[in-house]
């Protein structure tokens, strides 16, 4: 009798989804929290979205749980496909190609540092009366700080001269809103992208199962700016 072998065409699949194990368990939380907002009855949505939020806030009651629980969020649940793709592109290219830990210590710092310098901004604003009180409260929730360091940690992933052309349509995607008069969720943005940016040392020796995959290379998304305070990209 002869072994039973798994069809070749599913090893790819399986390969790219156990060479990035933490972008796949993130957003398989994404798609359990975006079921539940699907479900959950009239309020209740809006009770986890401020209970999970890292506002002003939250972030004074409770720090950690506001910091992490934000990043497991989307406001839209329609969104879950998009997120998808925008993770296979940027977040899984990146933990494949530099490893778990250092794609989790960039997004990580690039989601806490945007958040707090971004919530920063808002305290600021309220005190100088620039922003209503209210903006103190306001539902702050999302994965786009983390998408923006992984889009621009994955610059130095491109080679010459694309990671120009690519560099400069990241900066002109995250920076052109701020420019032009953008919200506290604008500057976050920036923020993470920049720390992405800055990420470069951490790149210089690739994870070993990047190696061999030079040409895996992820693509920019063209996706309309938000308007919404929540950080949905």
Do not use: C
């Amino acid at each position: 009798m002869q072994p039973h072998t798994e069809p070749e065409r599913s090893r790819p699949l399986r390969s790219w989804i156990r060479a990035s194990p933490g972008t796949h368990a993130w957003l398989l939380i994404i798609a359990v929290t975006s079921v539940i907002v699907a479900v959950a009855p009239e309020g209740v949505d809006h009770f986890l979205f401020h209970r999970n939020s890292s506002n002003i806030q939250q972030l004074v009651k409770h720090p950690f749980q506001a910091l992490v629980g934000s990043a497991f969020w989307i406001e839209n649940p329609a969104s879950l496909a998009l997120y998808a793709v925008l993770f296979e592109v940027f977040h899984a290219s990146v933990e494949r190609w530099l490893g778990t830990l250092r794609w989790l210590a960039i997004v990580a710092t690039a989601h806490v540092v945007a958040t707090l310098i971004s919530q920063q901004l808002v305290l600021t604003a309220i005190r100088d009366h620039r922003a209503p009180r209210s903006m103190a409260h306001v539902v702050d929730i999302g994965v786009s700080y983390g998408l923006a360091a992984a889009v621009g940690v994955l610059t130095y992933r491109l080679p010459n001269p694309w990671r120009w052309l690519y560099l400069a349509g990241a900066v002109a995607f995250f920076g052109l809103p701020l420019a032009t008069g953008g919200t506290f969720t604008d500057a976050g943005h920036a923020i993470a992208l920049s720390i992405g940016l800055l990420a470069w040392p951490l790149t210089r020796n690739p994870h070993p199962h990047g190696h061999g995959h030079e040409h895996e290379h992820g693509h920019w998304h063209s996706d309309a700016h938000p308007s919404h305070v929540s950080r949905e990209t």
